[in-house]
Nanobody, 114 residues
Framework: QVQLVESGGGLVQVGGSLRLSCAAS???????MGWYRQAPEKERELVAV???????NYADSVKGRFTISRDNAKNTVYLQMNSLKPEDTTVYYC?????????WGQGTQVTVSA
């Protein structure tokens, strides 16, 4: 089992940047790692994923603004968020997914003020 701990959330002004980190309790090299977000009363949605081979995929709403990366040596995945918009405000969750397993972190709040 893998435990995930997100950090780096906070309050930022429109157009600003934040870097989220997700530290895993064990090796992540075989997992597809992802960032998701969920606004109140809405379904959790994919923000970005990165496979074990380094392939990435992004939600259309964040393409060109967010970058996902991973450091397997540090068991950590990152989400660099630039040009933040008010609609990016919500809780962001880290996910580690393999064929027979899926793990979630507790989430970190991102608030973008206009």
């Amino acid at each position: 089992q893998v435990q995930l701990v997100e950090s780096g959330g906070g309050l930022v002004q429109v157009g600003g940047s934040l870097r989220l980190s997700c530290a895993a309790s064990g090796s992540i090299f075989r997992y597809t790692m992802g960032w998701y977000r969920q606004a109140p009363e809405k379904e959790r949605e994919l923000v970005a994923v990165i496979t074990s081979l380094g392939s990435t995929n992004y939600a259309d709403s964040v393409k060109g603004r967010f970058t996902i990366s991973r450091d397997n040596a540090k068991n950590t995945v990152y989400l660099q968020m630039n040009s933040l918009k008010p609609e990016d405000t919500t809780v962001y969750y880290c996910n580690a997914r393999a064929v027979l397993a899926s793990y979630w972190g507790q989430g970190t709040q991102v608030t973008v003020s206009a």
